[in-house]
């Protein structure tokens, strides 16, 4: 059963912008409203880092590393996520997924996006 379908991601050079798109299917529209989801990222050879995460219609956090060039945005309607990447730089490379911050769902297969210097 999938809970998470991330995509958007590409091939970009730096200074360019992607769109990533996270679809939760089987969450239910209050459930997505309560919760909180975040887009973590995972570079080659290093951890799982969350980097930007939102209480839908409430709050938005982000790592200091994308502060001011990543947005999050959702649609309880579509029960959807986003996260608009501009200004990109060669650190950004990695494979992006999104899940839940407050209570982790099955991990989806993630989308990677690699910025070309």
């Known amino acids: 059963q999938v809970h998470l379908v991330e995509s958007g991601g590409g091939l970009v050079q730096a200074g360019g912008s992607l769109r990533l798109v996270c679809k939760a299917p089987r969450m239910i529209t209050s459930t997505f409203n309560s919760a909180v989801m975040g887009w973590y990222r995972q570079a080659p050879g290093k951890q799982r880092e969350l980097v930007a995460s939102?209480?839908?219609?409430?709050?938005?956090n982000y790592a200091e590393s994308v502060k001011g060039r990543f947005t999050i945005s959702g649609d309880s309607t579509k029960k959807t996520v986003y996260l608009q990447m501009n200004s990109l730089k060669p650190e950004d490379t990695g494979v992006y997924y999104c899940n839940r911050v407050d209570q982790e769902l099955p991990w989806g297969q993630g989308t990677q996006v690699t910025v070309a210097s």
């Open positions: 939102m209480a839908y219609r409430r709050n938005t």
